[in-house]
């Protein structure tokens, strides 16, 4: 059996661990449940016709859209399966990525798999509410992977693939790429090689061919009914509501903790950059120190053009989100580091890399593990998870080269994604879809007519409309989740804003039908414990009970 093909079998071990035990995937429970309704009316322009969220898509800058339905007309799939496989692909590039960071670093197949093992266990970034292994099918989680692969083609000094690797991933989420290309072009300025000097332009071409024809996309994109503001001003109207439902981007409404979690690994990346020294080639320096201090950065940057300023293009940038790369870097330098010091028999220095590393996929803030609360049964179970997560890993790095090698480093590989769950009790997210959901859609779909309007007067900040919208293919009225475009189009934060106003209602208070006619909504699905006693159901199960609206 050769090398390659083991590496190749590690990796998609790796993917199929990730995407079905830890960390998991999920469909419909967040920003897919705004992507298949506009998926579903570019498809069929006959859906959704009243429906603010897919009237207004903004999927104008990515070929994210392009590519679901090119693939749904050639396999016949439905937008579930096609997301699905791109996103166990672009997983599986993400870990070749940081597989080739680990190996220009100098580790050995093996353990450049386990850092890339350990990555994979994804991160998430408090504060900016983003993720470094995205759960869901999103332009984000697929550009994401792609800049990590061309970093590692980079380390390897593969320019030019990784130049044509990083336009891809500016074609599914510009926004993302951002900082990559910050870094890209101060390497690019700073090149020792003559003959690369040179050829500067050529290693730009793909990302000015790819922007060129992303915006050449924009002018061809079907169904856009509102332009995005990026040069105006954030009312005090619009930014009451983009707090409210977009806090993520408002600095001064994350946690302080947080904040300082960042500044702590940041510290501990650059010791681990410096620990590294001449381990890691020129090129990946750029990155492994450019990118956490442009993420860093991007603190307070985020902080004076948003909340001093009110530039309305903050909040569709949403620069803040890079301090992701704060984390991934330190990762990856610090999963490096922690094994090169098992190998040298530095234990000490091993294991503390590998907690600090460990730490961030359990879930476990910076002052406990400094200070830790010995008194908190889970504070002390997942400390206890991460040194023994720690252990292992500084196990597979000394067993690398002796009999039961083997056993050690694919126990590294596997463990991890379900002791953290099960052991460390750590769950990514909640269980959204049931039954009975399920069945409430498939009546929707199959007994009312496209243009029905619905309304869950109850659900409040409930998920559970945005699934029944995706999977009925029918209109809501308006729900929680869809408030999240507030962050993008103006026009659709006041009318989500008065939808939201008019049509929803406290628990337990007595509904008006004949105001909901007014609105022009069909059909009013309650909890058959909001059940309306005088009024006789449409449908009904165990959870639901659906009621028409009397014209």
Same mark, same amino acid.
């Given at each position: 059996?050769?090398?390659?093909?083991?590496?190749?079998?590690?990796?998609?071990?790796?993917?199929?661990?990730?995407?079905?035990?830890?960390?998991?995937?999920?469909?419909?429970?967040?920003?897919?449940?705004?992507?298949?309704?506009?998926?579903?009316?570019?498809?069929?322009?006959?859906?959704?016709?009243?429906?603010?969220?897919?009237?207004?898509?903004?999927?104008?800058?990515?070929?994210?859209?392009?590519?679901?339905?090119?693939?749904?007309?050639?396999?016949?799939?439905?937008?579930?399966?096609?997301?699905?496989?791109?996103?166990?692909?672009?997983?599986?590039?993400?870990?070749?990525?940081?597989?080739?960071?680990?190996?220009?670093?100098?580790?050995?197949?093996?353990?450049?798999?386990?850092?890339?093992?350990?990555?994979?266990?994804? /991160?998430?970034?408090?504060?900016?509410?983003?993720?470094?292994?995205?759960?869901?099918?999103?332009?984000?989680?697929?550009?994401?992977?792609?800049?990590?692969?061309?970093?590692?083609?980079?380390?390897?000094?593969?320019?030019?693939?990784?130049?044509?690797? /990083?336009?891809?991933?500016?074609?599914?989420?510009?926004?993302?790429?951002?900082?990559?290309?910050?870094?890209?072009?101060?390497?690019?300025?700073?090149?020792?090689?003559?003959?690369?000097?040179?050829?500067?332009?050529?290693?730009?071409?793909?990302?000015?061919?790819?922007?060129?024809?992303?915006?050449?996309?924009?002018?061809?994109?079907?169904?856009?009914?509102?332009?995005?503001? +990026?040069?105006?001003?954030?009312?005090?109207?619009?930014?009451?509501?983009?707090?409210?439902?977009?806090?993520?981007?408002?600095?001064?409404?994350?946690?302080?903790?947080?904040?300082?979690?960042?500044?702590?690994?940041?510290?501990?990346?650059?010791? /681990?950059?410096?620990?590294?020294?001449?381990?890691?080639?020129?090129?990946?320096?750029?990155?492994?120190?450019?990118?956490?201090?442009?993420?860093?950065?991007?603190?307070?940057?985020?902080?004076?053009?948003?909340?001093?300023?009110?530039?309305?293009?903050?909040?569709?940038?949403?620069?803040?989100? /890079?301090?992701?790369?704060?984390?991934?870097?330190?990762?990856?330098?610090?999963?490096?580091?922690?094994?090169?010091?098992?190998?040298?028999?530095?234990?000490?220095?091993?294991?503390?890399?590998?907690?600090?590393?460990?730490?961030?996929?359990?879930?476990?803030?910076?002052?406990?593990?400094?200070?830790?609360?010995?008194?908190?049964?889970?504070?002390?179970?997942?400390?206890? +998870?991460?040194?023994?997560? @720690?252990?292992?890993?500084?196990?597979?790095?000394?067993?690398?080269?002796?009999?039961?090698?083997?056993?050690?480093?694919?126990?590294?590989?596997?463990?991890?994604?379900?002791?953290?769950?099960?052991?460390?009790?750590?769950?990514?997210?909640?269980?959204?879809?049931?039954?009975?959901?399920?069945?409430?859609?498939?009546?929707?779909?199959?007994?009312?007519?496209?243009?029905?309007?619905?309304?869950?007067?109850?659900?409040?900040?409930?998920?559970?409309?945005?699934?029944?919208?995706?999977?009925?293919?029918?209109?809501?009225?308006?729900?929680?989740?869809?408030?999240?475009?507030?962050?993008?189009?103006?026009?659709?934060?006041?009318?989500?804003?008065?939808?939201?106003? @008019?049509?929803?209602?406290?628990?337990?208070?007595? +509904?008006?039908?004949?105001?909901?006619?007014?609105?022009?909504?069909?059909?009013?699905?309650?909890?058959?414990?909001?059940?309306?006693?005088?009024?006789?159901?449409?449908?009904?199960?165990?959870?639901?009970?659906?009621?028409?609206?009397?014209?």
């Amino acid at each position: 059996m050769s090398q390659r093909f083991l590496i190749l079998a590690a990796f998609a071990l790796i993917t199929l661990l990730g995407y079905f035990q830890f960390p998991g995937h999920t469909y419909l429970q967040s920003d897919t449940q705004i992507y298949i309704p506009i998926l579903e009316r570019l498809r069929d322009p006959d859906l959704y016709k009243a429906d603010p969220v897919a009237l207004r898509p903004h999927v104008s800058y990515t070929i994210y859209d392009e590519v679901a339905l090119a693939l749904r007309r050639l396999t016949g799939l439905d937008f579930e399966w096609v997301l699905a496989a791109q996103q166990l692909v672009f997983r599986f590039l993400g870990i070749w990525g940081v597989y080739l960071i680990a190996t220009s670093m100098g580790l050995q197949t093996r353990m450049a798999v386990v850092v890339a093992s350990i990555v994979h266990l994804g /991160a998430s970034i408090h504060g900016p509410a983003v993720l470094t292994v995205e759960y869901e099918p999103v332009p984000r989680g697929f550009a994401i992977p792609l800049i990590i692969l061309a970093i590692g083609l980079l380390a390897h000094n593969r320019t030019l693939p990784a130049a044509a690797v /990083a336009g891809l991933a500016i074609l599914f989420h510009p926004p993302t790429v951002v900082p990559f290309l910050a870094v890209y072009g101060i390497m690019l300025l700073r090149l020792p090689d003559a003959e690369e000097r040179r050829r500067r332009w050529q290693y730009l071409l793909p990302i000015l061919g790819a922007a060129a024809l992303l915006f050449v996309f924009s002018k061809l994109q079907a169904g856009l009914s509102e332009k995005q503001d +990026l040069f105006g001003r954030i009312d005090a109207e619009l930014e009451r509501l983009q707090r409210l439902r977009g806090a993520y981007n408002w600095v001064s409404l994350w946690a302080v903790e947080w904040i300082w979690q960042y500044l702590f690994l940041w510290v501990a990346g650059v010791i /681990a950059f410096l620990r590294m020294g001449r381990w890691v080639p020129e090129k990946l320096q750029f990155f492994v120190a450019g990118l956490p201090a442009y993420g860093l950065l991007m603190i307070p940057v985020s902080y004076l053009t948003l909340e001093g300023m009110k530039w309305s293009f903050i909040p569709q940038f949403q620069p803040a989100r /890079a301090v992701l790369f704060v984390v991934l870097m330190i990762m990856i330098t610090g999963s490096a580091a922690g094994l090169r010091a098992a190998q040298a028999r530095r234990w000490l220095e091993a294991v503390v890399w590998l907690v600090i590393v460990f730490a961030i996929p359990v879930n476990i803030r910076v002052l406990p593990i400094l200070f830790p609360n010995l008194t908190d049964p889970v504070i002390v179970r997942r400390l206890l +998870l991460t040194l023994g997560l @720690a252990g292992l890993a500084v196990l597979a790095a000394v067993m690398e080269k002796r009999p039961g090698a083997w056993a050690t480093w694919a126990a590294c590989l596997i463990l991890p994604c379900f002791l953290i769950p099960h052991v460390g009790g750590i769950q990514n997210f909640p269980e959204l879809h049931h039954p009975e959901l399920d069945e409430l859609a498939a009546w929707a779909r199959e007994n009312t007519p496209q243009d029905a309007v619905f309304l869950f007067p109850f659900a409040e900040r409930s998920l559970h409309p945005g699934v029944f919208r995706a999977r009925s293919l029918r209109t809501v009225y308006v729900d929680w989740k869809s408030g999240g475009q507030v962050n993008l189009l103006k026009d659709f934060a006041d009318e989500w804003w008065q939808r939201w106003q @008019a049509a929803m209602a406290r628990p337990g208070s007595k +509904l008006d039908l004949a105001s909901y006619a007014r609105l022009g909504i069909d059909f009013i699905v309650v909890e058959r414990k909001d059940a309306l006693p005088e009024v006789q159901t449409v449908f009904a199960n165990s959870r639901y009970a659906v009621y028409g609206v009397p014209r």
